[in-house]
């Protein structure tokens, strides 16, 4: 595959389980095909995520990884914060101006968005900067925005979209988050 065929808008969304999970695959694809990639966490701050100790491992010229966000999971107690403070609004401004930096220097071939669709709902950033920035993107990458509740002029701009339907979970059943399985 070329960079010319490259160049669309994916969005893994819904309420099921597996948004991120699609989009790590997608990147193990590409850079299983010799391709450059870069995956930016949004609203994921903390230490709490498995997959960042093998991200850790596959980091060079051909892959990158940003985080940003506050601390919202306690791996100890369980517990998820909720709510908007304006540190995360701030740290939700930071990742839009590491997008815009990506897009300037138009290295890589496939850019993911991880949590940019709820970061966006919750009002962390605004729809139209971050819609300003997205057209400013090389028209060779391919971006991928994940998160629950995409935003209806996120999924018009879209070439595919994917929903995530929750059908069963065993969380309403009293099971917490697991280590390895969900974080």
């Not at 839009?96 to 970061?119: Q, W």
């Amino acid at each position: 595959m070329t960079r010319s065929n490259f160049g669309k808008i994916q969005v893994y969304t819904g309420h099921g389980k597996g948004k991120t999970t699609a989009s790590l695959g997608l990147a193990i694809r590409a850079l299983g095909r010799g391709k450059k990639v870069v995956i930016i966490y949004f609203d994921k701050g903390g230490e709490d995520y498995g997959e960042r100790k093998v991200l850790d491992n596959l980091v060079n010229v051909n892959f990158k990884y940003y985080v940003t966000g506050e601390k919202r999971f306690d791996s100890q107690t369980k517990k998820f914060r909720f709510g908007v403070m304006p540190e995360d609004k701030k740290e939700a401004e930071k990742g839009l101006r590491i997008v815009e930096k990506i897009f300037e220097e138009g290295l890589m071939d496939l850019l993911i968005l991880d949590e940019i669709n709820p970061t966006i709902n919750l009002g962390m950033l605004e729809i139209e900067s971050f819609l300003k920035v997205l057209d400013n993107r090389p028209k060779f990458m391919e971006v991928v925005l994940t998160g629950r509740e995409a935003h209806p002029r996120i999924l018009s701009r879209a070439d595919l979209v994917t929903e995530m339907k929750l059908v069963k979970h065993y969380y309403y059943q009293g099971t917490e988050a697991r280590e390895g399985i969900e974080y």
